[in-house]
């Protein structure tokens, strides 16, 4: 999602001008094709459905919100971002006609848990850091502060909300290692979800993170299939693949 994406290019970009400083050359940051294949995506999710409801969970300051709502601007939006900073940036821009935004946390349990605000806010996360963080986060993940959130399970808020009979139309999921949690307190509301989009960690660098094989159990055993693979953070000192975005389709 928008989070893996901002990583990949900050870490690609400072490898590659590194390189080239005693050069006098630098280079921006461009991830146009990259951000066209989510569009893309986006669109076959949305495709035929005039009205689209989507659920963003870990909606971060509400990047992902600019590109549902160019994809489908009659689009329905609950966004979740537990970080105070994060969605207070989110809420000023985004909350409105169509878009409600929610300063929680997503689990599967009802409760209140401890938040780690770290340097970089995209890797704010329920988890600790842990030993791998090094590998790849160039002082995004030293830890500033601790908060505490609200931690909710989304089968009770889309009742709350009035959603519980409603089809979802995509369900996307980036909550840096929190992802098993946020699926296993919504196994209501995947019965009644068309596209899953999940942030899917492969050598995590939290503590406690769920792996790629753990997610796919949930969601192959409520009927999704993987349709495709997005982007992906590399460790590039260790030539190790770190996280990627997978894109889930109800069969």
Known sequence: ????????????????????????????????????EYDDMYKEAFDGVSR????????????????????APGATILAFEPSPESFSIMSERWAGVGITC????????????????YNGSVTDSLLSSSAGRDEVDQGMMKLKKKVKVSVRRLDDV??????????????????QGFEDRVLRGALQTLDRVRYVLIEVHLNPVYEGSCLVDQLCYILYGKGFRLQRSLGC??????????????????I
């Not at 900050?10 to 590659?16: D, E, P, T, V, Y």
């Not at 689209?52 to 994809?71: M, N, R, S, Y």
């Not at 953070?233 to 109800?250: C, G, N, Q, V, Y």
């Open 158 to 175: 889309l009742q709350e909300q009035g959603l519980a009979g409603k089809t979802i139309d995509l369900l996307k999921i980036d909550v």
């Open 233 to 250: 953070l590399m460790a590039e000192r260790i030539h190790r693949p770190i996280s990627t975005d997978f894109l889930f389709k109800k």
């Open 1 to 36: 999602m928008k989070r893996l994406l901002w990583k990949i290019g900050n870490l690609g970009k400072r490898a590659i001008n590194l390189f080239l400083a005693p050069l006098g050359v630098q280079i921006s940051r461009r991830r146009r094709v990259l951000l066209n």
């Open 52 to 71: 689209p409801l989507v659920i963003d969970i870990g909606a971060h300051v509400g990047e992902t919100i600019d590109h549902f709502v160019k994809c």
């Open 102 to 117: 929610i300063n929680m946390a997503l689990g599967e349990r009802n409760e209140e848990m401890e938040f780690n605000v």
